[in-house]
């Protein structure tokens, strides 16, 4: 499992760099026997078995990169220094714009991220609470009763709401624009981040013309928003995050612009309702089937307790993981990563399901065990759903709640019908990874 000396290392045309071995085959070929054979195509895991813990494979847009999974390493990387390894290029500022935290590097970064961390503060995330549980609860109360629903499609709806009201406060026509505008924009663009596309626009038809006409209704709306925002007589009595990114300064004592924080909102909102719709919809389909679980979390939520509500959590997240491998890039010429030594420019991903599931790190790493959780304080350098370092997730903690608040709404209001199918495949929706079959859930009322 650890680094498998035994198969060749490459020299990648100079002797000073060191590399891992990986599958030779071109991605192109590899795409196309997946899609027609997937018995042909090597996943993560098998991968592991055959070269190591680390190894090096060709992805569209970045050329021969580095996964890495040996937990050392993975530390070493999310401490590194900013300077050393940095972001990955192209990244998701391609889709959300120079203004995200997505595409920013090195001191623009940490500039950008102290600009936004309040929003995500303790006494900030507790007055979100109550929204959320109202979004859960009416959400909830729409789901036909004993019948097959895909809680993916369900728990977006409440996720995009929690997430727009945090974000804008007040309903409003507008919105209600976005709600509608959000999944279709999120679709374009989960299309646009997962495969490499030439940027024809063929008057908005093709993939990269329907995204743009779909951001510029965005931009349309979101400016609107801001300017009225701007004219709040009460702006300072708001607890939503866009009248926090008004009165915000950067270090030098500027206001962000108006693009700045239309790019940073595009991505709060992208990031912050399809990955938390996604862990729910596991955490549904993991339920469903642990019914011995599921009623000891029921009596544990009756009883108010958080504990095992917390480990079912953390579980969930270790074992379906929504986000697969964060990105870094090596910016110094040889950098030593355990026995590699590696070129400037090489992207580097951590693949998070395969420290996921490193026996040195999770006993039994393939059972659904909740329990390993209690009294037990996860290493945040192993468990690393949310990445890690100066990049690690800025909703990380919204989004625990937010798992917390809406999971309690559901045991306490309604009650799951088990099922021994088997359970659901890794999906992946272009970003984030979700069940294949949306996470079917069957609900009655309590
Ligand atoms: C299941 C829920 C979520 C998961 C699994 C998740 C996962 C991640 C991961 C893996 C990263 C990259 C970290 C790295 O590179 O080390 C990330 C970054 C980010 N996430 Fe999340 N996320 C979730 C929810 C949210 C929410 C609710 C928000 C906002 C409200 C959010 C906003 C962001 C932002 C802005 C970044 C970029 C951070 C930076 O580059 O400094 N995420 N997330």
């Known amino acids: 499992m650890p680094h498998n000396f035994k198969t060749k290392t490459t020299q990648c045309g100079h002797s000073n760099y060191?590399?891992?071995?990986?599958?030779?085959t071109p991605y192109l070929i590899r795409f196309?026997?997946?899609?027609?054979?997937?018995s042909k195509s090597l996943s993560f895991e098998e991968r592991r078995k055959l070269y190591g813990s680390d190894f090096t494979l060709k992805?569209?847009?970045?050329?021969?990169?580095?996964?890495?999974?040996?937990?050392?390493e993975v530390r070493q990387l999310f401490k590194a220094d900013p300077n050393e390894i940095g972001n990955p290029e192209p990244n998701l500022g391609r889709l959300l714009g120079g203004g995200s935290l997505f595409a920013m590097s090195g001191e623009a970064h940490r500039r950008q991220r102290k600009l936004l961390t309040p929003a995500f503060h303790g006494n900030r995330l507790a007055e979100y609470r109550d929204l959320m549980a109202e979004e859960a609860r009416v959400g909830m109360a729409a789901w036909p009763e004993g019948e097959t629903v895909a809680s993916q499609t369900a728990m977006s709806t409440i996720t995009l709401n929690i997430i727009l009201r945090t974000v804008f406060g007040v309903e409003g026509r507008d919105l209600h624009a976005l709600r509608d505008l959000l999944p279709r924009l999120v679709k374009a663009g989960s299309l646009l981040a997962a495969i490499p596309?030439?940027?024809?626009?063929?008057f908005g038809y093709a993939p990269w013309g329907r995204f743009n006409r779909l951001r510029a209704e965005y931009d349309s709306i979101v400016t609107r928003l801001i300017q009225n925002a701007r004219a709040d007589p009460a702006i300072d009595q708001r607890a939503d995050i866009l009248a926090m990114l008004i009165g915000a300064k950067y270090d030098d004592g500027r206001f962000m612009s108006d693009s700045e924080i239309a790019d940073e909102l595009a991505t709060l909102l992208v990031a912050g309702h399809e990955t938390t719709a996604s862990t729910l919809a596991w955490a549904i389909e993991r339920l469903r089937r642990h019914p011995e679980f599921m009623d000891k979390l029921v009596a544990a939520v009756d009883a108010g307790e958080d504990e095992l509500l917390d480990a079912f959590i953390?579980?969930?997240?270790?074992?379906?993981?929504t986000i697969?491998?964060?990105?870094?890039?090596?910016?110094?010429?040889?950098?030593?990563?355990?026995?590699?030594?590696?070129?400037?420019?090489?992207?580097?991903m951590i693949s998070i399901p395969l420290v996921h599931t490193d026996s040195r790190l999770f006993e039994q790493p393939y059972m659904f065990s909740p329990e390993?959780?209690?009294?037990?304080?996860?290493?945040p350098y192993q468990l690393i759903p949310f990445g890690g370092g100066v990049r690690r997730c800025i909703g990380a903690a919204f989004a625990h709640m937010e798992f917390k608040v809406v999971l309690r709404t559901l045991l306490t209001e309604h009650t799951l019908e088990p099922t021994s199918?088997?359970?659901?495949?890794?999906?992946?929706?272009?970003?984030?990874?979700g069940p294949a079959d949306g996470g079917q859930i069957v609900r009655y009322a309590r």
């Open 372 to 379: 390993r959780f209690i009294d037990n304080r996860a290493d």
């Open 32 to 38: 196309l026997l997946s899609s027609f054979n997937r």
């Open 314 to 321: 953390q579980e969930i997240q270790r074992t379906r993981p």
């Open 18 to 24: 060191l590399l891992p071995n990986g599958p030779k």
């Open 197 to 202: 596309m030439p940027e024809w626009h063929l």
């Open 421 to 433: 199918e088997s359970g659901e495949a890794w999906h992946s929706r272009g970003i984030a990874f």
């Open 324 to 348: 697969a491998m964060p990105a870094r890039r090596v910016l110094v010429d040889g950098y030593e990563l355990g026995p590699w030594r590696l070129p400037r420019g090489m992207t580097i």
């Open 59 to 72: 992805l569209p847009m970045f050329g021969k990169c580095l996964v890495v999974s040996e937990p050392d």
